[in-house]
Nanobody, 122 residues
Framework: QVQLVESGGGLVQAGGSLRLSCAAS????????MGWFRQAPGKEREFVAA????????YYRNSVRGRFTVSRDNAKNTVYLQMNSLRPEDTAVYYC???????????????WGQGTQVTVSS
């Protein structure tokens, strides 16, 4: 069992930056691939970024590649999402998730955080 708690969301102007954190409970964090997803009002949840257990590979949706960076610190049981050059269309609730594998489909992920709101004003 893994419990995930996101933090770091907030209100930012377009062009600004935020760093989301996701703290995981348990001693098996390093055995999970980690992903970030987001859901805007009235829209389906969508993949944002993911990282393998070791951190050797990362994956991004096209619209955030080059602006967002996913990273993890297995010693701190934490995964991060650094978001730069934010746009109003990035506004959503952001969720972190843990998977025994890693991928872009939310069906692969077994554990989810409660989400943190990110609002980007124009």
């Amino acid at each position: 069992q893994v419990q995930l708690v996101e933090s770091g969301g907030g209100l930012v102007q377009a062009g600004g930056s935020l760093r989301l954190s996701c703290a995981a409970s348990g001693r098996t964090f390093s055995t999970y691939g980690m992903g970030w997803f987001r859901q805007a009002p009235g829209k389906e949840r969508e993949f944002v970024a993911a990282m393998t257990r070791s951190g050797s590979s990362t994956y991004y949706r096209n619209s955030v590649r080059g602006r967002f960076t996913v990273s993890r610190d297995n010693a701190k049981n934490t995964v991060y999402l650094q978001m730069n050059s934010l746009r109003p269309e990035d506004t959503a609730v952001y969720y972190c998730a843990a998977s025994s594998t890693v991928g872009t489909s939310d069906h692969l992920y077994d554990y989810w955080g409660q989400g943190t709101q990110v609002t980007v004003s124009s």
